[in-house]
Nanobody, 119 residues
Framework: VQLVESGGGLVQAGGSLRLTCAASGSTARIETMGWYRQPPGKKRELVAGIARDGTITYADSVKGRFTISRDNAMNTVWLQMNSLKPEDTDVYYC??????????????WGQGTQVTVST
């Protein structure tokens, strides 16, 4: 599975960006698709995730500002980010995974897209 991200950039505080991640390859078994970021000195953290059945999870820090959506037929996930804050500045990574017999969760990652929010 290959994940290709787009849509990052530079925006002023209060502005909006939309991230896109498209999965290709052997996508039949991929599960939840989501976005992660890694603040300095911290572990990579889930920003938002959406399962095949539409179940959504958001980090508390982005609830009410970010919206994740998914098209299963296109194997694409979007992250609409509104009311951006400087603390949202980070590299955002697209993620999905498979559940493999005998292995468990096997993760795939995109290359990352930079989001920079200026004051």
């Amino acid at each position: 599975v290959q994940l290709v991200e787009s849509g990052g950039g530079l925006v002023q505080a209060g502005g909006s960006l939309r991230l896109t991640c498209a999965a290709s390859g052997s996508t039949a078994r991929i599960e939840t698709m989501g976005w992660y970021r890694q603040p300095p000195g911290k572990k990579r953290e889930l920003v938002a995730g959406i399962a095949r059945d539409g179940t959504i999870t958001y980090a508390d820090s982005v609830k009410g500002r970010f919206t994740i959506s998914r098209d299963n037929a296109m194997n694409t996930v979007w992250l609409q980010m509104n009311s951006l804050k400087p603390e949202d500045t980070d590299v955002y990574y697209c993620n999905t995974y498979e559940l493999r017999v005998g292995i468990g969760r096997y993760d795939y990652w995109g290359q990352g897209t930079q989001v920079t929010v200026s004051t």
